[in-house]
Structures are given as structure tokens and as C-alpha cells.
């Protein structure tokens, strides 16, 4: 297995355990939030989601200056629907991935637009793949504060 296939295995399980903590979330609590300031739990899966747009702009270097999300004035109607509509973009995230070679991987400069921070690209995606899983952790606290069970994500 090469560096791309096992940083795209890891973004798989690390995604297919969110899939898992968003379907114990019942419609009901979709707007729910801890507080004012924080992220409703629909938020956050539409957060996680729609990264993998910016993400693949990102490692492509491509120009973020005019950025806009396709999920643009786009209403949460549910998590399938929310899924399905995301699918594409996962899929040319995880392909842009596949493409890269164990050189490009520990070679490329990648700059985070949001902070200018540089990291090499191989870095910069397993950053990737922790910033989903902070969430999942945050999904998690969410799911307790609202006194909901849990799903097992440690398969």
C-alpha cells in the first residue's frame, strides 16, 4: 500500500464513523447547539462535509480568493439528502489524493489560506483527517448534552 492509499483508507474509516455518530442523531435535534455561539449539529455535518471542497481547492493549489461553496443558500433538509449531494465532491477530494505520488506527497508545499501556515502536502491531509475527527469528538459531547445513545464507533 503506498502513502496515498493509506491516508485515503484512514480518511475513509475516519468518515464512515461520522456517517455513524450523524445517523444517531434524530431530525428533532438537527438545530440543537450547547450554546449561542457554537455550531448547531446540522452545522457541523454540513461543516465536515462541505470541507472537502475547500480541501481539494487546497491541495490542488488552486486560488482560494474567490471562494464560494456550493452548498451556497442550500437548506439542510436531512442527512441523506445532505449525503448524497456531498457524494461528488468526496469523491474528486479522495481522487485528487490518489493521484499524488509518495514523492508529491512528501515534497509539495502546501499554504493554508486561512493562516498562510506551510505544511508538506502528506502533513496537510492527516491535519485533514484530524480536523474531521475533532469534530466527530464534538458530535459526541453533542449527542450526551442532549442525553441521546451514543452509537459504537469503535469497531
Not at 491541495?59 to 456531498?86: C, H, S, V
Not at 502536502?121 to 449527542?143: D, M, N, T
Request: hydrophobic fraction near 35%.
Amino acid at each position: 500500500m503506498n502513502q496515498s492509499e493509506l491516508i485515503i483508507l484512514n480518511f475513509t474509516e475516519i468518515r464512515r464513523r461520522s456517517i455513524k455518530l450523524w445517523n444517531g442523531l434524530p431530525e428533532k435535534y438537527y438545530n440543537w447547539k450547547p450554546d449561542g455561539k457554537a455550531m448547531s449539529a446540522s452545522e457541523m455535518i454540513r461543516h465536515v462535509l462541505e470541507a472537502d471542497y475547500g480541501w481539494n481547492i487546497i491541495i490542488n493549489q488552486g486560488n482560494m480568493t474567490n471562494y464560494k461553496t456550493p452548498w451556497e443558500n442550500r437548506p439542510f433538509i436531512n442527512l441523506k439528502d445532505e449525503l448524497e449531494f456531498a457524494e461528488p465532491f468526496r469523491k474528486t477530494f479522495l481522487e485528487s489524493i490518489r493521484q499524488f505520488s509518495d514523492k508529491e506527497l512528501n515534497e509539495t508545499e502546501i499554504v493554508h489560506p486561512g493562516n498562510g501556515d506551510k505544511k508538506i502536502l502528506a502533513k496537510y491531509l492527516l491535519r485533514i483527517g484530524y480536523h474531521e475527527s475533532v469534530h466527530a469528538g464534538q458530535f459526541l459531547s453533542y449527542l450526551r448534552a442532549m442525553n441521546i445513545d451514543r452509537p459504537k464507533i469503535w469497531d
